[in-house]
């Protein structure tokens, strides 16, 4: 989060010293006894904490730089920034109270703030996730702009779109790596499958990530940035959270989940972190009856293991993550009467068994020939079995049913390979150059001859180049081979010119590739509701963005605000959906459909005043009505959906308690549609899912030390389902809802926190 201050920070010409930090004081120019500097070589290396001595001076010439530095001073605001090299710095410090970007590194050469960057990052970081009292990524992006979250209760899964682009366009990362899940690779994931209990901090770069990041990121990426160091010898955190569902509480209904995160470091050059979390949702039984609940039972059971060695110049790290996950389908009771007249009722369940397995080893540090390098490997397991079963409600007997489609097994095999290097040829001119390798396997009974594969081979780079002091140009360029769609080459650039005043413009322009997934090529699910195909001949999807984005940082009185200004648009090729197949009118399949856009506009205010922190935005997203093209005109060209979102926080120090408020207005999502009037002719009216209001509340404090609690109410306006109906002059019927939550909830959360120097 962005450390409340401001900062002038001065090069100097080297001294004789060298390596050596003078900390004052802005307002007065003395020097600042007693700060504390923590520090971290960015190629790996010895890290650790200095203090300035009563010069305001910290000796640094033991370390290798680059380094990333982060100061504390009871007297002064926080200061974070990367020391590129060598030499003697000035830090002076001004006690108010301006906030600071995090540390950000998607899409990034080096570790820099999100004010550094030529990118729009937006960052949820680690102080936010705990006000939220999230647990999985849904819940810590549920009021965030331009991100609308969706529910599948069928499958128990929650997905969203950014940018009015769908999910098959957002790509999931962690740690830089994409997360696979049972629809791809990093793509359309379920969020409420990733755990955050060791997740520093979010990241979201809002369009196209295809040079850096490949293909399947037209909408955008979200870097889950993971913890690989611990600012004590030794933290333990041991959690506990209750929480009802709707009104339902207790041993059998609510969400339970435990927690257990230890983070070591062992000696000098190692680091180890160990974490299990389990949780336990209950279901929602809402307005069914018996058995039946409107949202399934769902159990996770979690893991996550790192351990790093970080010698001179290098860092080296491997990460293992683990999910079991269960999800049940309660049938309705079903009488069963046997020859001698006793009933033995039973039902038919649904059980879905998901487990993931992702290793993943990364280096980084300096070499002769290179600044700064990064390579990494990860192999990533996923399984999902599908089973219906029926159940003896007496006995308690539990058979696998016979029917076409029942029963199932999927998995998604990825090896994942991949590096960067790094020159920095001048103070105005660094290069990266990379190559990454993917291999996907995808097995099923639902994939044509059980099993296909796609392969992937690409190498990528990019310049940054300072044209003038206050102007920063990054083009950028990746030549991709796809095992069956043939080689693309993606361009990118991004300009970021700087203004006197804090003021700072962003421009963008990215070219954005989407092949289509295994699922969508290879798919055959045949049964007695559903005949589903996939389609060979598909196109891959092909995007243009373009964006601009204008922030200015000023101060009224004693607040320090920020307003920012944002405008996009994309323009998407050959997008893949699903419709009615040309040769067989009982089935459907995946086609490319011809060309899809959307457009938007949003504005955002944050302020810091005190011990009040606030923030507001809208947005207004236009999505692209494909029926304008065939009705010569006579339609509206885009449907607008508005959003509005605010936080609020204020600090109560003198009982020592934050109160945080989340809201989130979704508005309408429109779109035409055919229906059939009463005589019998199709016409064309608009069908609208309804929009609704979000509401968060809650409230932290640290008891003795070692004792934080969460105290909180989520969707206090109670909104479960909203409204998907059609709107026209003939005759029409209301659609189905659509699920949202299942009510007002409240919770609370305990966590015990061992920390040893």
């Not at 002769?368 to 007997?397: C, I, M, Q, W």
Request: contains cysteine.
């Amino acid at each position: 989060m962005r450390s409340a201050f401001t900062f002038i920070f001065i090069l100097i010409c080297p001294a004789v010293f060298g390596q050596e930090i003078t900390v004052t004081d802005q307002n007065t120019g003395t020097p600042i006894e007693g700060v504390a500097f923590m520090f971290q070589p960015i190629n790996g290396g010895y890290s650790g904490h200095v203090i300035s001595d009563n010069q305001g001076h910290v000796n640094l010439k033991a370390v290798d730089f680059p380094i990333v530095i982060k100061t504390q001073h009871v007297g002064y605001q926080s200061f974070s920034d990367t020391l590129k090299v060598s030499k003697d710095y000035v830090i002076k410090l001004v006690p108010k109270n301006v906030q600071l970007d995090d540390f950000i590194v998607t899409g990034q050469f080096n570790p820099q703030s999100a004010e550094q960057s030529v990118f729009t990052v937006k960052v949820i970081d680690q102080e936010e996730i705990k006000a939220r009292g999230a647990v999985n990524l849904s819940e810590a992006l549920s009021n965030t702009l331009n991100i609308r979250s969706s529910q599948d209760l069928a499958i128990g899964s929650s997905g969203i779109s950014m940018q009015g682009i769908s999910g098959q366009n957002v790509k999931i990362l962690l740690d830089g790596i994409p997360l696979v899940n049972r629809n791809g690779n990093g793509n359309a994931a379920d969020l409420s499958q990733i755990n955050l209990n060791n997740i520093e901090r979010i990241e979201i770069v809002e369009g196209p990530m295809a040079v850096n990041y490949g293909a399947n990121a037209l909408a955008g990426v979200i870097n889950l940035i993971s913890f690989k160091d611990a600012e004590n010898t030794t933290e333990i955190s041991v959690g506990l959270q209750e929480e009802t569902v709707g009104s339902e509480f207790g041993t059998g209904e609510g969400k339970h989940i435990q927690s257990i995160d230890v983070k070591q470091q062992i000696a000098n050059q190692w680091f180890g972190q160990i974490g299990v979390l389990h949780n336990d949702f209950k279901g929602f039984q809402g307005n069914q009856i018996g058995r039946p609940k409107e949202w399934n039972p769902k159990e996770q059971y979690q893991a996550n293991a790192l351990i790093r060695f970080s010698p001179k110049n290098h860092s080296i790290y491997y990460r293992f993550d683990f999910l079991d996950e269960t999800i049940n389908g309660l049938g309705k009771s079903n009488n069963n009467y046997l020859p001698s007249g006793e009933n033995q009722p039973f039902a038919i369940d649904e059980k879905y068994l998901t487990q993931r397995a992702i290793h993943h080893v990364q280096a980084e540090g300096k070499l002769p020939f290179l600044s700064r390098y990064n390579a990494f490997a990860s192999y990533s397991d996923f399984e999902r079995v599908k089973s219906k079963l029926s159940k003896n409600l007496v006995t308690g007997e539990e058979r696998l049913t016979t029917a076409d489609g029942d029963q199932d097994v999927s998995t998604y095999k990825v090896w994942e390979f991949g590096g960067t290097g790094y020159l920095a040829f001048s103070d105005k001119l660094d290069l990266q150059t990379g190559y990454n390798l993917s291999f996907e396997k995808v097995g099923g009974g639902r994939i044509q001859e059980g099993e296909q594969e796609i392969n992937d081979i690409a190498i990528y780079g990019s310049l940054e180049w300072k044209m003038v002091d206050n102007i920063l140009v990054r083009p950028g360029l990746r030549l991709a081979t796809n095992s069956t769609f043939g080689t693309q080459l993606i361009p990118s650039v991004q300009i970021k010119k700087s203004f006197d005043g804090n003021a700072d413009l962003r421009l963008s322009y990215g070219r954005g590739y989407r092949a289509p997934s295994v699922r969508e090529l290879y798919f055959e699910f045949v049964d007695s509701n559903h005949r589903i195909y996939g389609n060979e001949n598909l196109n891959p999807e092909f995007s243009h963005h373009f964006s601009s984005n204008f922030t200015k940082s000023y101060e009224v009185g004693n607040a320090k605000s920020e307003a920012g200004i944002n405008l996009f648009y994309n323009t998407i090729d050959d997008q893949i959906g699903i419709a009615q197949s040309a040769s067989d009118a009982t089935a459907t399949t995946y086609v490319n459909i011809d060309k899809y856009k959307t457009l938007g506009l949003g504005v955002n205010q944050k302020m810091e005043w005190a011990k009040l922190s606030t923030s507001i935005g809208i947005s207004y997203v236009g999505r692209y009505n494909r029926l304008d093209d065939d009705q010569q005109g006579d339609l509206d060209e885009f449907f607008y959906t508005p959003e509005l979102n605010g936080n609020v926080q204020y600090d109560w120090t003198t009982i020592g308690t934050k109160i945080n408020v989340f809201y989130k207005y979704t508005g309408a999502l429109r779109n035409y549609i055919f229906s059939e009037n009463t005589a019998g002719e199709q016409e064309v009216i608009i069908g609208e899912v309804e929009g609704y209001h979000w509401l968060d509340l809650t409230l932290s404090k640290t008891f003795f030390t070692h004792f934080d609690m969460i105290l909180g109410a989520r969707n206090l306006l109670d909104i479960q389902r909203i409204n998907n109906s059609g709107v026209s002059g003939g005759t029409h019927s209301g659609g189905a809802s659509v699920p949202v939550s299942y009510g007002r909830s409240y919770f609370i959360k305990l966590n015990y926190n061992l920390k040893l120097k």
